[in-house]
Each structure stands twice: as C-alpha cells, then as structure tokens.
C-alpha cells in the first residue's frame, strides 16, 4: 500500500471495527456487520500468518504494545485464529437463524 495511503487506513480501520461490532451489538443489518468482521479478522489472521511463514518478526499492535518476538506472534496467529472462529461462529449462526424463519 502507498505510504499516503498508510495513516488513513489506519485511523478510518478502529473506527470501522467499533461500527461494526456496535451493529452487532444493537442488532441493526447484523448479517453485513457480522460479516465485515469476519473478513477484517481473516485479513489480520493471513498477515501476521504470512509474516511468520517470511521469517519476519513485527509487533503488529493487535493485542498491546510490545518487543517483536517470534513467539509473540505465534500468540497473536493463535489469538486471531479463536477470534476467527468466534467470528464465523457469529456470522453463520446469524445467517442460518434468519433462513430458518
């Protein structure tokens, strides 16, 4: 991504994760919500994968601030990988609820 492109998203993406889990909470077009979730935590989930498979070590903020460790990631790999299936969870059992009225 362009270095100009950088900083917005990274202002405009908290902002789009809390309308998000905020729609889920009140209960406003919970299937695009839930959904928007799911795909934002399976774009995190391949980054920080892909960064590992690389050989790279970052501190990618996700879960607090800290030194980049190698072991730190995996954590965070595994953190993601539970809110991922936490997210599908949410959204399939949203869609299957709604087809089943």
Known sequence: MPNARVMPMALMLPVFEIAAGALLII????????????????????????????????????FG??????????LDLGRDLLLLAAACIVYFSRTSSTTAD
């Open 27 to 62: 209960g406003r077009i919970t299937g695009t919500a839930a959904m928007a979730i799911l795909l934002l935590t399976a774009v995190f989930t391949a980054a920080i994968g892909s960064a590992l498979a690389r050989g790279l070590t970052l501190d990618c903020g996700c």
């Open 65 to 74: 601030q800290g030194a980049p460790t190698v072991s730190g990631m995996w």
